[in-house]
């Protein structure tokens, strides 16, 4: 599994779970716990970079996680990468 989809799955279970906001320190968590995987905050960061996006309206595919005014983030469920 590639990074962004390890952050795309890791962001939806957070917000899922009632867990929101969440930070990029919580994405790396769940990556750790979860999917057993050691990456680095640095490659989360990038993931989030790329699939972020500046507005809720603006949701293309693969752009799936919106940075809240008051901090951390959310997960946009209009967007999936097609994987279950």
């Known amino acids: 599994m590639d990074n962004l989809l390890l952050v795309e799955k890791s962001a939806r279970a ?3 779970a009632g ?3 969440f930070s990029e320190e919580d ?4 990556i750790k716990e979860k999917f057993k995987k ?5 490659k989360v960061k990038d993931a989030v970079e790329i ?3 500046s507005s809720k309206r ?4 693969r752009k ?3 940075k809240e005014k008051e901090g951390g983030y959310s997960y946009l ?3 999936s990468f097609g994987v279950s």
Do not use: K
Not at 58 to 61: G, L, R, T, Y
């Open 14 to 16: 957070l917000d899922e």
């Open 19 to 21: 867990r929101i906001p």
């Open 27 to 30: 994405i790396l968590r769940y």
């Open 38 to 42: 050691d990456i680095s905050i640095e």
């Open 51 to 53: 699939l972020s996006v």
């Open 58 to 61: 603006e949701s293309p595919v």
């Open 64 to 66: 799936c996680i919106y």
């Open 77 to 79: 469920h209009a967007c």
